[in-house]
């Protein structure tokens, strides 16, 4: 005759016992995964793209995925992570993430889902601000003694240009150029185009 082991939580007999319920018992009181807070904040720039991420507005695709994710602590040992759906509207969102893994070494890999409160706001960045508002990052004046032709003002033009594009990484620049005498005023400032 063998030992039946039953589970304390919902009485079924069982080959494995895990401080004392069965498998499935033991998955439902133990979650894999649990959401750290009530929501996770994503701004993002309506102009540019950006995103704000730890204090910073960034560039990169996968802000948004590494927001979820660290919203989210591990109670087992997790193989796979995939956020299912996630649809952004200004307000508040809900995002259903899957995670693979178990919480036992006694388990046998299963898939768990968990729901994540994201609010969803757009917000300018400081760079499509400053555009925005017409604020100049610098001026360079250039003073001569003779009279500059045309071709001495394209030409000092176009050197700010490539060292401004260099330095900055920007695509185009907006130019404003002011000639009183033989004073050349150039303003700049970061412009992304049309």
Known sequence: MRNAQVCALCGRE??????????????????????????????????????????????DPRVIEKLILESLEYM????????????????????VVRVRGSVHDLISDYDEEVQVKVRYSEELCPRCRDMVNERERAVVQVRSVIPMSGQLKKLIIDMVRKETIRMRGVAS?????WVRASILSYQTRAWRGP
């Open 173 to 177: 620049l907006r130019l404003r150029m």
């Open 76 to 95: 087992g040992r997790v193989t796979n992570t995939s956020i299912e759906t996630l649809s952004l509207r200004p307000g508040l969102n809900t995002a």
């Open 14 to 59: 069982t080959d494995i016992l895990i401080e004392g319920l069965c498998p499935d018992c033991y998955r439902k009181t133990h979650p894999l995964v649990r959401v750290k807070r009530d929501f996770v904040g994503i701004v993002r720039c309506p102009s540019c793209g950006a995103m704000l991420y730890r204090g910073r507005w960034v560039r």
